[in-house]
């Protein structure tokens, strides 16, 4: 039989800072980052039927179905064998965690705890560059220019999801989803809780 995958998951509610910190490890020791988020935007962007369908939950700050998420990421996992993954965004719900369970070893699972307030405000402060994906923070990352991609020129826009009202959607559904997740990777290999209101602090 196969050798299970091998992965490293960051675990934490929208705006934790899992995109952050997932951008600063692969760089720093050269793991493959997997981003779930990024990974539904190819398919918006290509107008695939994932891509619709992931549209419209997103917007309404929903969570796309178990079964297009699952099948979207374990076959990017599967594709490439012999990487060390870098999880951000899956799994998360307790279905994920299993189907994930099945095909990978997780070596570590970092989870990361952030006061709702905090993440409220940075949800409120992201903007992105649309077709690069380049993330900017009003407080933590700023522009040169508000509202200005640095290195495109093109303007930046807050998402639908980070609005208010999809922005308190998802936090409260991470907070009813998250705990067997967590519990699951906690039983499945180290697992280390980084909590605070910043970033370079953890
Ligand atoms: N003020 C502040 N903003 C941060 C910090 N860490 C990350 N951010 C910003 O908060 C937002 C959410 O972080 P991100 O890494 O995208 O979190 P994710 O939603 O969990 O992937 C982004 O705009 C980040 O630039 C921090 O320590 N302080
Ligand atoms: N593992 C997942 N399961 C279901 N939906 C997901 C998953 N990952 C991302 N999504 C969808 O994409 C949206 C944005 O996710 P993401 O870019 O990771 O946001 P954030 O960085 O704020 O946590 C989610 O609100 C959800 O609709």
């Given at each position: 039989?196969?050798?299970?995958?091998s992965?490293?998951d960051i675990?934490?509610?929208?705006?934790?800072?899992?995109?952050?910190?997932c951008q600063?490890?692969?760089?720093?020791?050269g793991l493959q980052?997997l981003?779930?988020g990024?990974?539904?935007?190819?398919n918006?962007?290509?107008n695939?039927?994932?891509?619709?369908?992931?549209?419209?939950?997103?917007?309404?700050?929903?969570?796309?179905?178990d079964h297009v998420?699952?099948?979207?990421?374990?076959?990017?996992?599967e594709n490439?064998?012999?990487?060390h993954?870098?999880l951000d965004?899956?799994?998360?719900t307790?279905?994920?965690?299993e189907a994930?369970d099945?095909i990978?070893?997780l070596?570590?699972?970092?989870?990361?705890?952030?006061p709702s307030?905090?993440?409220?405000?940075r949800l409120?402060r992201?903007?992105?560059?649309?077709s690069?994906?380049r993330?900017?923070?009003?407080d933590?990352?700023?522009?040169?220019v508000?509202?200005?991609?640095?290195?495109?020129?093109e303007?930046?826009?807050q998402?639908?999801d980070?609005?208010p009202?999809?922005?308190a959607a998802r936090?409260r559904?991470y907070?009813d989803?998250?705990?067997?997740?967590t519990?699951?990777?906690k039983?499945?290999g180290?697992?280390y809780?980084?909590?605070g209101?910043?970033?370079?602090?953890?």
């Amino acid at each position: 039989m196969a050798s299970k995958l091998s992965c490293t998951d960051i675990l934490g509610p929208p705006g934790s800072g899992k995109g952050t910190v997932c951008q600063r490890s692969a760089q720093n020791f050269g793991l493959q980052h997997l981003y779930s988020g990024h990974s539904l935007q190819e398919n918006i962007k290509a107008n695939t039927e994932v891509g619709d369908m992931a549209k419209q939950y997103r917007e309404k700050g929903l969570l796309v179905p178990d079964h297009v998420i699952t099948h979207l990421m374990l076959s990017k996992l599967e594709n490439r064998h012999s990487q060390h993954w870098l999880l951000d965004g899956f799994p998360r719900t307790l279905g994920q965690a299993e189907a994930l369970d099945k095909i990978c070893d997780l070596d570590l699972a970092i989870i990361l705890n952030i006061p709702s307030e905090t993440l409220k405000d940075r949800l409120g402060r992201r903007w992105i560059h649309p077709s690069s994906r380049r993330e900017y923070n009003l407080d933590f990352s700023p522009p040169h220019v508000h509202g200005i991609d640095d290195i495109a020129g093109e303007p930046s826009v807050q998402q639908e999801d980070d609005k208010p009202e999809a922005a308190a959607a998802r936090l409260r559904q991470y907070r009813d989803m998250a705990k067997p997740v967590t519990e699951l990777c906690k039983s499945r290999g180290a697992c280390y809780q980084c909590s605070g209101t910043e970033t370079n602090n953890m």
